[in-house]
């Protein structure tokens, strides 16, 4: 695999050749780490980002057109779009909060437990496809779109069951408070 060239192990990895794409990864995965890790600060993001990237072009590898140019420029558009994507959440999710005068809250390690604890009691009373969807946005941050194609759904229907698992979590959590 190491003297193919990224075309033909691309080549491959459209044949669903999982080693071919494997060795692609391989060879790139540092670059892209340092096209990230010059642009963003959170390392977390810079992994996540990766991850995201590769993701990404394993997904559209079908799409990959050798006369349109070098397997490498292919990846780092994607990445360049990944990370265009994550700096347009990040604007959108900035101006949110400044319109709405709100800091955005850094908490403690233990500070997280503290609130983390009490959620899967929450989460327990909601129904399963709203659990699910909860949980994936929520706790573990992931997109709407990467949660629908998961769960065999489309995004409109994601966003709804959050949404609705949101509202529900807000009323139980009013309600506990006026008992206090």
Known sequence: MERRSDAALLRAAREADPEAFGAFYARHVDA???FFGRRVTDRE????LTAE??????????????????PAAWLFGIAAHQLSRYHR????ERRAR????????ALSDAELR???????????????DQRTAVAARVLD?????DIATELGVSEPVVRKRVSRGLA???GRLRSTEEEA
């Open 53 to 70: 990237c590769f993701a990404a072009a394993l997904l559209s590898v079908g799409r990959w057109d050798a006369a349109r140019g070098e």
């Open 141 to 145: 941050d992931r997109d709407y779109d």
């Open 89 to 92: 959440r990040g604007a959108v």
């Open 114 to 128: 503290a609130v983390l604890d009490g959620t899967d009691e929450l989460l327990a009373a909601l129904p399963a």
């Open 168 to 170: 529900t979590l807000r």
């Open 45 to 48: 993001a810079v992994a996540d």
């Open 32 to 34: 892209i780490l340092r």
């Open 98 to 105: 400044e319109r709405l005068g709100i800091e955005r809250i």
